[in-house]
């Protein structure tokens, strides 16, 4: 009789087994449906809007809000600031999404989130419904962290130019006037912070344009890490074979302050005076991020499910990019921001369709970083979820990076821009 | 007993039969962590410089993305991608991109 039990249940369990797995297959035929609303259109979001509507073949609904008339790229940007590309070179506009792709772009800005209505309102008026929100907002700087720079006169002086736009044009034409024999300073920040490697090729660039410009010139980095964050033996090679004698590079040395008249940056127990000041400020999750009730770590990054990119505490929210708290080695890049918003399209057209998300999502990285004009050097890494940890974690033995710094690697950097522009905004 | 193990074993066989066929969002979804370079599905943007996946036939892209994996074939940044993916990875994405026409 127990036995006769337990064979009726053990048969019953594999029925609901085959019933459950068919279930599973049978509704990948289920349509998702629904409105996905989409704030700011970086790497993150753009690329999440177009997915989500090329993958839904149109039955989605997407909502793109975006403060910026056009897409401004920070990968590329260093080499404004050295004078070897255009601004016209790293921007580009939304008009494809909207006209090819069917999303909807508001140049506006989210002031707040709704969650339990669903909710975001717009600084322009009004709200916007959604089923399913994405945040891929950014970075907003620390600038309490620096006393001196905590108000808009020192911030229109002391420039970052960490997010790409006026600011780059604004850093370029101050080192365009900058005298021969002058000095640029660069403050790096504590890590973690956007993009890794950016700041060495900054000071490469810099220096580039030094050398063949103003030669008698020095650029001295100031970082606050220990040592360089990303990319540690190709720069110090190249700046030692590149940029003898202009390049300083002085490790453990966080900024703590800036007097704006002398353009002077204050350290733990030494002054550097600069003839251009340039203060890569600490960073978190942007505002919007940060201040929606969203769990933080270390409260400065979101939270994220790393099945869905959903807010580990808010639900129906997914975030993505630089605003979260990375997985172990996982670079905040527009690299990394693009792959994100992948997965998260991909979860969130499950969820919309009532099923559960890939259970096995991949992530990968590349960020190449150019050491002169021409010249560049990459790192890459791949990411597999791990069930144990919950997390993505980075596969051991694979990634890497150059061997050399090369041409070669110079032009496909260049194709690499081109072809992740396109995924994300053509 | 004979008839649990039975059913014991079909369940797993069309478990597993189901489990390949199941997602058939996870080839398109590995493939899409190729398009940041490659372009959307394995399409580039003309005159970028970088090779297009989109059409070449699986048995050639798969032999490639071996070779990249066992370090038989030299290059810059693809020996180490390749080797983060494991091989049934591989097959799906190599599969994908020669579906795309």
């Given at each position: 009789?127990?036995?006769?039990?337990?064979r009726?249940f053990?048969?019953?369990?594999?029925?609901?087994?085959?019933?459950?797995?068919?279930?599973?297959?049978?509704?990948?035929?289920?349509?998702?449906?629904?409105?996905?609303?989409?704030?700011?259109?970086?790497?993150?979001?753009?690329?999440?809007?177009?997915?989500?509507r090329?993958?839904s073949?149109?039955?989605?609904e997407?909502?793109?809000?975006?403060?910026?008339?056009?897409?401004?790229?920070c990968?590329?940007?260093?080499?404004?600031?050295?004078?070897?590309?255009?601004?016209?070179?790293?921007?580009?506009g939304?008009?494809?999404?909207?006209?090819?792709?069917?999303?909807?772009?508001?140049?506006?800005?989210?002031?707040?989130?709704?969650?339990?209505?669903?909710?975001?309102?717009?600084?322009?008026?009004?709200?916007?419904?959604?089923?399913?929100?994405?945040?891929?907002?950014?970075?907003?700087?620390?600038?309490?962290?620096?006393?001196?720079?905590?108000?808009?006169?020192?911030?229109?002086?002391?420039?970052?130019?960490?997010?790409?736009?006026a600011?780059?044009?604004?850093?370029?034409?101050?080192?365009?006037?900058?005298?021969?024999?002058?000095?640029f300073v660069?403050?790096?920040?504590?890590?973690?912070?956007?993009?890794?490697?950016?700041?060495?090729?900054r000071?490469?660039?810099?220096?580039?344009?030094?050398?063949?410009?103003?030669?008698?010139?020095?650029?001295?980095?100031?970082?606050?890490?220990?040592?360089?964050?990303?990319?540690?033996?190709?720069?110090?090679?190249a700046?030692?074979?590149l940029?003898?004698?202009i390049?300083?590079?002085?490790?453990?040395?966080?900024?703590?302050?800036?007097?704006?008249?002398?353009?002077?940056?204050?350290?733990?127990?030494?002054?550097v005076?600069?003839?251009?000041?340039?203060?890569?400020?600490?960073?978190?999750?942007?505002?919007?991020?940060?201040?929606?009730?969203?769990?933080?770590?270390?409260?400065?990054?979101?939270?994220?499910?790393?099945?869905?990119?959903?807010?580990?505490?808010?639900?129906?929210?997914?975030?993505?990019?630089?605003?979260?708290?990375?997985?172990?080695?996982m670079?905040k890049?527009?690299?990394?921001a693009?792959q994100?918003?992948k997965l998260?399209?991909?979860?969130?057209?499950?969820?919309?369709a009532?099923?559960?998300p890939?259970?096995?999502?991949?992530?990968?990285?590349?960020?190449?970083?150019?050491?002169?004009?021409?010249?560049?050097?990459?790192?890459?890494s791949?990411?597999?979820?791990?069930?144990?940890?919950?997390?993505?974690?980075?596969?051991?033995?694979a990634?890497?990076?150059?061997?050399?710094?090369?041409?070669?690697?110079?032009?496909?950097?260049?194709?690499?821009?081109?072809?992740?522009?396109?995924?994300?905004?053509? | 007993?004979?008839?649990l193990?039975?059913?014991?074993?079909?369940?797993?066989?069309?478990?597993?039969?189901?489990?390949?066929?199941?997602?058939?969002?996870?080839?398109?979804?590995?493939?899409?962590?190729?398009?940041?370079?490659?372009?959307?599905?394995?399409?580039?943007?003309?005159?970028?410089?970088?090779?297009?996946?989109?059409?070449?036939?699986?048995?050639?892209?798969?032999?490639?993305?071996?070779?990249?994996k066992?370090?038989?074939?030299?290059?810059?940044?693809?020996?180490?991608?390749?080797?983060?993916?494991?091989?049934?990875?591989?097959?799906?994405?190599?599969?994908?991109?020669?579906?795309?026409?």
């Amino acid at each position: 009789m127990a036995d006769r039990n337990r064979r009726a249940f053990l048969k019953a369990g594999t029925l609901a087994g085959v019933l459950t797995v068919a279930g599973c297959a049978g509704s990948a035929l289920r349509q998702p449906r629904g409105h996905v609303v989409v704030v700011g259109g970086g790497y993150g979001g753009a690329t999440a809007a177009k997915y989500l509507r090329m993958w839904s073949a149109r039955g989605v609904e997407v909502t793109l809000v975006e403060r910026s008339p056009r897409f401004v790229s920070c990968p590329m940007s260093n080499l404004v600031i050295g004078g070897s590309r255009s601004m016209a070179d790293i921007t580009l506009g939304y008009d494809r999404l909207q006209s090819h792709w069917g999303v909807r772009i508001v140049h506006d800005e989210v002031l707040a989130i709704d969650a339990a209505a669903r909710s975001v309102r717009l600084a322009g008026g009004g709200d916007l419904r959604y089923d399913r929100l994405v945040l891929s907002p950014g970075i907003d700087f620390m600038w309490q962290e620096i006393p001196g720079l905590d108000n808009a006169g020192a911030q229109a002086t002391i420039l970052h130019a960490w997010k790409a736009g006026a600011q780059t044009v604004a850093l370029r034409r101050q080192l365009e006037a900058m005298p021969d024999g002058g000095v640029f300073v660069l403050s790096v920040p504590r890590a973690p912070y956007r993009c890794p490697p950016g700041p060495y090729e900054r000071a490469s660039l810099v220096a580039d344009y030094c050398k063949r410009h103003k030669p008698r010139s020095k650029v001295i980095v100031l970082d606050a890490n220990d040592e360089i964050v990303s990319k540690k033996g190709l720069f110090a090679k190249a700046w030692a074979e590149l940029y003898p004698g202009i390049i300083e590079y002085r490790p453990q040395s966080e900024l703590r302050d800036v007097d704006v008249t002398t353009r002077t940056a204050h350290l733990d127990f030494d002054k550097v005076r600069a003839d251009v000041l340039n203060v890569i400020p600490p960073q978190r999750a942007a505002d919007i991020a940060a201040r929606s009730g969203l769990q933080l770590i270390n409260q400065r990054w979101v939270e994220i499910d790393w099945l869905s990119m959903e807010s580990s505490n808010t639900p129906a929210v997914h975030v993505l990019g630089d605003a979260i708290f990375p997985a172990p080695t996982m670079p905040k890049s527009g690299h990394v921001a693009n792959q994100q918003a992948k997965l998260a399209a991909a979860a969130i057209l499950r969820l919309l369709a009532g099923e559960q998300p890939d259970p096995a999502p991949v992530l990968m990285n590349t960020c190449y970083s150019f050491v002169d004009s021409r010249n560049a050097i990459h790192v890459a890494s791949v990411f597999q979820y791990d069930r144990n940890t919950g997390v993505v974690q980075p596969v051991a033995g694979a990634g890497g990076v150059s061997s050399a710094r090369s041409e070669l690697e110079g032009r496909i950097a260049a194709g690499w821009a081109q072809n992740i522009w396109a995924d994300m905004l053509f | 007993m004979k008839r649990l193990s039975a059913l014991v074993a079909l369940t797993l066989l069309t478990s597993s039969l189901f489990a390949q066929a199941a997602d058939p969002e996870r080839a398109r979804n590995l493939a899409a962590t190729c398009a940041n370079c490659h372009g959307t599905d394995g399409r580039p943007v003309a005159g970028s410089g970088i090779d297009p996946l989109a059409g070449i036939e699986k048995r050639h892209s798969l032999q490639k993305l071996a070779d990249f994996k066992s370090g038989q074939r030299p290059g810059t940044i693809m020996p180490q991608i390749a080797k983060g993916y494991t091989d049934e990875q591989l097959e799906l994405i190599a599969a994908y991109f020669a579906a795309q026409k």
